[in-house]
């Protein structure tokens, strides 16, 4: 079982997804999961952006 699902239940939803989208459609929409899966765990491993934008006290030192 995974997440709550069986094996029939999993070989349903694959036949219903088949007759939707059909067969030559199938590994375009896998390859679209898998490259938006990567993103998602590069953009949540990747540090903060750094912020460049100047302070208060910079600003105040200049002047």
């Known amino acids: ?9 999993l070989l349903i939803i694959l036949l ?4 939707i ?3 030559k459609k199938l590994p375009e929409i896998g390859g679209g999961i898998g490259k938006a899966i990567s993103n ?5 491993n990747e540090p903060d952006e ?3 934008t100047p302070n ?6 200049k002047a």
């Open 50 to 52: 750094i912020d460049v």
């Open 16 to 19: 219903i997804v088949l007759v």
């Open 40 to 44: 998602f765990k590069k953009a949540t």
């Open 1 to 9: 079982m995974i997440g709550g699902f069986g094996i029939w239940e």
């Open 56 to 61: 208060k006290e910079d600003e105040d030192k």
């Open 21 to 23: 989208f059909g067969a």
